[in-house]
């Protein structure tokens, strides 16, 4: 699988989210914290849809909505000023997807 990162607006960015958070857990690898500190800014809100693991360090804070976190990924958001909120709390606070960063 190729790694990408997209963002996506309107009802498109959340039928992408769909079809990438229905995948069976077998086409899943996890996404580490290393990867999100590149690939993302300070104050970004981001969509991983599957496991954030806590390999690596985060550099700044985000917000992140995820499938699942492990213990070690959650401390780490959290002591680096992020947050970690679920998928349908993402969906109340952005229903169209703007301002999402989808991380795969």
């Known amino acids: 699988m190729s790694e990408k990162t997209q963002k996506k607006s309107s009802a498109g960015f959340w039928n992408e989210a769909k079809w990438l958070l229905d995948r069976p857990v077998r086409a899943r690898s996890g996404v580490n914290l290393s990867k999100l500190s590149k690939v993302t800014k300070e104050g970004q809100v981001v969509l991983v ?7 690596g360090y985060l550099t700044h804070k985000i917000t992140i909505a995820a499938l699942a ?17 679920s998928v349908d709390e993402l969906k109340k606070m ?8 989808l991380v795969v």
């Open 94 to 101: 952005h229903p169209q997807g703007d301002g999402v960063q």
């Open 69 to 85: 976190f492990s213990e070690r990924a959650k401390k780490q958001i959290n002591s680096a000023g992020g947050k970690v909120i």
């Open 49 to 55: 849809p599957d496991k954030v693991l806590g390999e």
